[in-house]
């Protein structure tokens, strides 16, 4: 069994999410409205892949649920994550924002935080 993120180990499980601060600063989003986007990218991709053993053990321990959330300057900064991950076969769900059919948030399902923190090295926390 792996190891929740009480520390910083590497083989705990961790759920990356990557929301856009430019929805905030540049376009002038309500925070709960940015806050959305980031809940709707984690449900989906929960069910998505609620099969996988990694989202069923994240799943299992509700209390010990452990997420980084990071910002992406902008739109083509995310969907470049976003192609980044699909080349190395890292499955997550790009949230598309309807009716504006704008990418607004990225989350990354549950993985060993050493298996994925490297495609991460160039985002800074979300603020």
Sequence with gaps: KLKYCRTKMAGCIVQYVVVRGDLLRAMKWPTG?????ACHACTAVLHVYRDDNNTREYL???DSMHKVVLEAKDEESLCMLAEQLQQNSIDHKLWIEQP???ATCLAVKPYPKSEVQKHFKNFKLFK
Excluded: D, K, P, R
């Design 33 to 37: 409205a940015v806050i959305a986007q």
């Design 60 to 62: 299992g321990n509700l």
């Design 100 to 102: 504006e059919n704008t």
